[in-house]
């Protein structure tokens, strides 16, 4: 499915500069963005993104310094982009699927599908994959060789495994992330058009949700390990080789690195980016960047050495409270006496 940028300018009622010729072939955040697609610029301090990424057009609100890219100007670079990622990826119909397995599903026949699964309309599964009972995969999922989806396990619309992926029961990939505006008092959805892609060798743990991404994906690294309970928002992009332990709850937008470990309950806050190798260790809120290599503690979060002092004289606060109590005991009595010798120099 392709545009030329002239139409895509006439459907966003934008003006464009730049070449109309230009063949476009999908739309995709900056980070995401290949050769021959367009992407978005909503703020004027990332254009260093656009310059870095591989797109060849964008979306902006105002004219930007961006050489050899072209630009569409908009009112309202979001709700434009929208409508580009909902013309390259349709929304699915809404209506209840049937059960079973539809009629234009393209399942491998080496593959094993219970027979109480649910595959809609488009989805490919490949060689060896096993999907267990009370499984649904939404329309145009893609379903590398080899994975084991476990009971209860339900990927929404355009999910994409890579081979030989694990899931365990009742873990949700693919569910509109939580993000929304305030119109008129009211909170009001914003575009929820992404999906998540898992590339090969992960293992996703029991009840785990992974939200999907606004425009592009939400994407799990290469050979990482979730545990059960898992909470992951939506864009986030997760390195290779991860462990991520049981209730760890990571908000939008967040990054890891490869070998990134995060301890039980630990809690990242949106947009947060974790470098390789960086260690939380259990409970701990990140509220800051990591650049990688070190060991985080507490919250919130700080390196490991800085976290023990803390730690070391928190221990010391029953001791250090008697002490001042008795300081204050002592200092009481001082200014009692001085009190008293200044009242007996008077009535001498």
């Not at 991404?213 to 290469?222: A, F, L």
Request: proline share 5%; charged share 20%.
């Amino acid at each position: 499915m392709t545009l030329q940028l002239s139409q895509i300018s006439e459907i966003v009622d934008g003006e464009l500069v730049g070449d109309p010729d230009l063949l476009v072939y999908g739309a995709n955040p900056p980070e995401e963005a290949l050769a021959n697609e367009i992407t978005l610029l909503d703020d004027a301090k990332q254009t260093q993104l656009i310059v870095d990424s591989d797109a060849l057009a964008v979306v902006t609100k105002e004219t930007a310094d961006l050489p050899g890219v072209s630009q569409v100007i908009v009112s309202n670079p979001h709700s434009a982009f929208a409508k580009l990622v909902s013309f390259f990826r349709p929304p699915v119909d809404s209506e209840v699927p049937g059960s079973g397995i539809d009629a234009t599903a393209e399942i491998d026949p080496t593959a094993t599908v219970h027979p109480t699964a649910v595959i809609a309309a488009g989805v490919k599964i490949g060689p060896g994959c096993r999907v267990m009972p009370g499984v649904v995969v939404m329309p145009r999922c893609e379903i590398g060789s080899e994975c084991v989806l476990h009971s209860g396990v339900t990927l929404y619309e355009y999910t994409r495994l890579g081979d030989r992926v694990v899931i365990h029961a009742g873990a949700v990939l693919g569910a509109y992330g939580f993000g929304y505006r305030q119109h008129e008092g009211r909170h009001l959805p914003t575009a929820q058009l992404g999906f998540v892609h898992v590339e090969s060798d992960v293992e996703i743990g029991a009840t785990t949700t992974i939200d999907r991404g606004t425009y592009g994906s939400t994407r799990i690294g290469e050979g990482t390990k979730i545990d059960n309970q898992v909470m992951i928002g939506h864009n986030c992009q997760i390195g290779r080789h991860n462990l991520i332990c049981s209730q760890v709850g990571i908000a939008g937008s967040c990054r890891t690195g490869d070998y990134v470990v995060l301890a039980g309950q630990v809690g990242l806050k949106d947009h947060i980016h974790l470098g390789n190798q960086t260690i939380v260790g259990a409970q701990a809120g990140v509220m800051d960047d990591c650049e990688g290599n070190q060991v985080l503690l507490g919250s919130p979060a700080t390196n490991q050495r800085e976290q023990m002092q803390i730690m070391a004289v928190e221990r010391r606060l029953p001791e250090m409270r008697r002490d001042l109590k008795k300081l204050q005991r002592e200092v009481d009595a001082q200014r009692q006496q001085l009190g008293e010798l200044g009242e007996g120099r008077q009535a001498a």
